[in-house]
């Protein structure tokens, strides 16, 4: 096996093509600290140095084992969290305002036990707050010494544009990278956000190649699938056999795996190699709950798919093409609002 390095988006730091991903560390993955802070030192004793989470993963008990697991081994690995989502009750405690990042912040870097962050995310869009003001405090947390660079998370291309174009107008440091969801079953992304990232010169940090566990070889056409545990039991549409979307991605599992077999490689380990196949792809997280997941992955990070392998991916599932709606992907308030897409019923019977 031998780890690739890639540079994240103009910073100049030099990180591994494979990213440990901490989702699963804490309580809604696995609770055991010890274990978790295994998994950890055995990634970065197989090349990895690049490290993934985020304040709201099992509210904070993610980053506190993190900052555990790397005590004595800090200045070798780039760490990488984010901020957003809501952490704790009341009012102010979640977004993209300067009043709450500078607060949460401080509480990751508490929790992670460390004086600096080297990439601070903006983990989902916040319609609320100007893009401005995001990128000011963002700016003034470098300035500051608390984190080195900072990125978005699951951006659509236009707010991507939108952001940079904000940033070169106020003369403000700019997002230097992304983080979306990217697999073999959902490839949409290469439409915009990935030549959007390209032409911007941004890190491209990408996560769920496994396809919410439906590229992890455990979900076969025509084999059982439980639909009372797991992901199954927490996203159920995404699962039932019975939904013909779902139908189309065993059908594609089926060819992916026959292809897999053709070329001496595991389901899982073919779709983080396609995923970090792409040119605008820095980095591609992975997300293990225990060792022999981690291990299965980081066995394959050697693998380079050649012309004739992603020819064969196109042709299962092409370009741009998203068999399924990513879980956790951001919904633009355009649509998720009604109050934007219907207009008052008085305006309607008058038009």
């Known amino acids: 096996m031998t780890m690739r390095y890639r540079i994240l988006g103009g910073t100049g730091i030099e990180v591994s093509a494979h990213c440990l991903g901490t989702m699963m560390f804490g309580a809604v993955g696995n609770p055991d600290h010890e274990e978790c802070a295994r998994i950890i030192h055995a990634a970065l004793d197989q090349g990895i140095n690049f490290v993934d989470t985020a304040d709201m993963y099992s509210a904070g008990e993610s980053e506190v084992i993190v900052g555990k697991a790397l005590k004595g081994r800090r200045d070798d690995v ?9 952490m704790g009750e009341g009012r102010n405690r979640s977004g993209n305002s300067r009043r709450w990042i500078v607060r949460a912040v401080e509480d990751s870097l508490r929790r992670l036990d460390t004086d600096w962050i080297d990439l601070y995310q903006v983990h989902r869009p916040d319609h609320s707050t100007d893009v401005e003001e995001t990128l000011s405090v963002l700016g003034d947390l470098v300035r500051a010494g608390k984190i080195r660079a900072f990125g978005c998370s699951t951006f659509p291309a236009e707010e991507l544009v939108e952001a940079h174009q904000v940033a070169e107008r106020r003369a403000l440091p700019r997002f230097r990278t992304e983080q979306p969801p990217y697999s073999i079953l959902a490839r949409g992304i290469e439409a915009d956000v990935l030549p959007v990232a390209r032409r911007y ?15 992890s070889g455990k979900y076969r056409l025509g084999g059982p699938i439980d639909m009372t545990s797991g992901r ?11 939904i013909p979307g779902n139908v189309a991605k065993l059908e594609a599992v089926e060819q992916l795996v026959e292809l897999a077999d053709s070329i001496g490689c595991t389901l899982p380990v073919l779709a983080v190699a396609f995923a970090a196949a792409h040119p605008a792809v820095t980095s591609v997280i992975i997300g293990p709950r225990t060792m022999e997941q ?18 064969r991916i196109d042709e299962i599932v092409p370009p741009g093409r998203n068999l399924y709606h990513p879980d956790g992907a951001w919904m633009p308030p355009a649509l998720t609002d009604l109050a934007q897409r219907r207009r008052p019923l008085d305006d309607r019977a008058a038009g």
Do not use: I
Not at 78 to 86: E, R
Not at 201 to 215: D, E, I
């Open 78 to 86: 780039v760490l990488a969290t984010k901020v957003h989502f809501q």
């Open 232 to 242: 199954a039991a927490l996203t159920p549409a995404r699962f039932d056999p019975a």
């Open 201 to 215: 010169g941004m890190g491209v940090l990408t996560w769920s190649p496994l396809a919410s566990g439906f590229l």
């Open 294 to 311: 981690m291990e299965s992955l980081v066995k394959g990070a050697g693998l380079v798919l050649d012309d004739a392998a992603l020819d």
